[in-house]
Antibody, heavy 121, light 110 residues
Framework: QVQLQESGPGLVKPSETLSLTCAVSGYSIISPYYWGWIRQPPGEGLEWIGGVYHSGSTYYNPALKSRVTISLDTSKNQLSLKLISVTAADTAVYYC??????????????WGRGTLVTVSS | QSVLTQPPSVSAAPGQKVTISCSGSSSNIGNNYVSWYQQLPGTAPKLLIFASNKRPSGIPDRFSGSKSGTSATLGITGLQTGDEADYYCGTWDSSLSGYVFGTGTKVTVL
């Protein structure tokens, strides 16, 4: 059973960097899947942030691309998210998830429970 | 600003049926499969439908999906109070080279 668990600071100051990790268990992240990050501001909908393939190739939301870096740590079987120059608009629950793109089906089949990050001084 | 449009809310009595639409374009729904996610209050989204009309193991057949052109539809029959949740469609957008979610629909059981 694939399990994902997000972790990181729950409070980040404006203009600083948001850093989160997602520990994956029950599956190797070097297997041919895509691992992504999604966020959800309080009371709002889902927003795809971006993700990384097992090969290291990355895809980012164009609206966030200039501020986002997503990477894999194969030694720890985890992925990470860094978002620089944060503002209050980046306050959200952040989820990591696995994207199954086999046969171009493109579905997030496993999700973490999410972690709330608040941007405030 | 989501590129996939859903109605904000739908409602029906227990046992009835609801349908949720998801409207997109040729760069997303028109040329890719659609997924649907259920988000119960306070929880992470859960995959409900993939490849436009397939259900993962454990998802009851009360949930169904379809796609036609640049639109997709989620159907829920035999509505139960436990179905009260937010529902999102999602797919890959070839123009954006990224994943897009719908605006979300809140289902209320009257």
């Amino acid at each position: 059973q694939v399990q994902l668990q997000e972790s990181g600071p729950g409070l980040v100051k404006p203009s600083e960097t948001l850093s989160l990790t997602c520990a994956v268990s029950g599956y190797s992240i070097i297997s041919p899947y895509y691992w992504g990050w999604i966020r959800q501001p309080p009371g709002e909908g889902l927003e795809w942030i971006g993700g990384v393939y097992h090969s290291g190739s990355t895809y980012y939301n164009p609206a966030l691309k200039s501020r986002v870096t997503i990477s894999l740590d194969t030694s720890k079987n985890q992925l990470s998210l860094k978002l620089i120059s944060v503002t209050a608009a980046d306050t959200a629950v952040y989820y990591c998830a696995r994207l199954d793109d086999s046969s171009r089906t493109f579905n997030f089949d496993y999700w973490g429970r999410g972690t709330l990050v608040t941007v405030s001084s | 600003q989501s590129v996939l449009t859903q109605p904000p809310s739908v409602s029906a009595a227990p046992g009835q049926k609801v349908t949720i639409s998801c409207s997109g374009s040729s760069s997303n729904i028109g040329n890719n499969y659609v997924s649907w996610y259920q988000q119960l209050p306070g929880t992470a989204p859960k995959l409900l439908i993939f490849a436009s009309n397939k259900r993962p193991s454990g998802i009851p057949d009360r949930f169904s999906g379809s796609k036609s052109g640049t639109s997709a539809t989620l159907g829920i029959t035999g509505l139960q109070t436990g179905d009260e949740a937010d529902y999102y469609c999602g797919t890959w957008d070839s123009s954006l080279s990224g994943y897009v979610f719908g605006t979300g629909t809140k289902v209320t059981v009257l």
